[in-house]
């Protein structure tokens, strides 16, 4: 195989998992099969507090999902009026809030992400343990790998140092939002693949 060539095949087969985990219709399936009614961000939302296991505050979940907190403060606020999300008060900070799962937001965000688990099962049912082991650690590599280097390639960007002290310090860079790292320092990005997968491992 010519030098290069195997990152071509890598980002290819990648974009296309991506492109069809991402398709409207994959999407309504989903929700669907999980007997949900959600609007996509919202099953993002939901299912990032699930993995989270504990309450989050807004930021946090914006940081997870790299997206802007407004964001998710309107769907965050949509759920809470379906009885899904509700607020509570941040034990590190009593003047503060953090979003919390109520039972039925943690039922619709299981059943999600089951979905998702299930089709991915399925897809690799008759794969040897040990391709289904090796098929976990280089995600999780990759994902981690490629995450960190756009993080730091964006922070060493001219938009990005723009924004040191004395420059406007509420642009964003290319692309609307600030590469992050979420809560606990893990990165983002080929990890959310779909809705409901985000931090689950995969099969096996």
């Known amino acids: 195989m010519p030098e290069g060539e195997d990152l071509v095949t ?10 069809t985990l991402h398709r409207a219709k994959t999407h ?26 504990e309450p989050c505050r807004i930021g946090a979940i914006a940081e997870g999902l790299q997206v802007e907190s407004p964001h998710v403060t309107r769907h965050v606020s949509q759920l809470e009026r379906r009885g899904l999300l509700e607020r509570v008060r941040d034990p590190d900070d009593g003047r503060a809030w953090r979003i919390a799962l109520t039972p039925e937001g943690a039922d619709a965000a299981a059943r999600c992400r089951q979905v998702t688990l299930e089709w991915f099962e399925a897809a690799v049912e008759g794969w040897p343990e040990s391709d289904r082991a090796e098929l976990a650690r280089l995600l999780s590599k990759l994902s981690d790998d490629v995450c960190a280097h756009l993080q ?10 723009a924004l040191s002290p004395g420059h406007r310090a509420g642009a964003s860079p290319p692309g609307g939002h600030s590469p992050r790292t979420p809560r606990g320092g893990e990165p983002t990005g080929l990890r959310t693949l779909s809705p409901g997968l985000r931090g689950a491992r995969p099969p096996g």
Not at 28 to 47: C, H, K, M, S, Y
């Open 152 to 161: 730091l390639r964006f922070a060493q960007s001219p938009a990005n140092r």
């Open 10 to 19: 890598t980002v290819g087969a990648y974009r296309r998992l991506v492109t």
């Open 28 to 53: 309504e399936r989903l929700t669907e099969a999980a007997g949900v009614r959600l609007d996509r961000p919202d099953v993002q939302v939901l299912v990032y507090l699930l993995d989270a296991g």
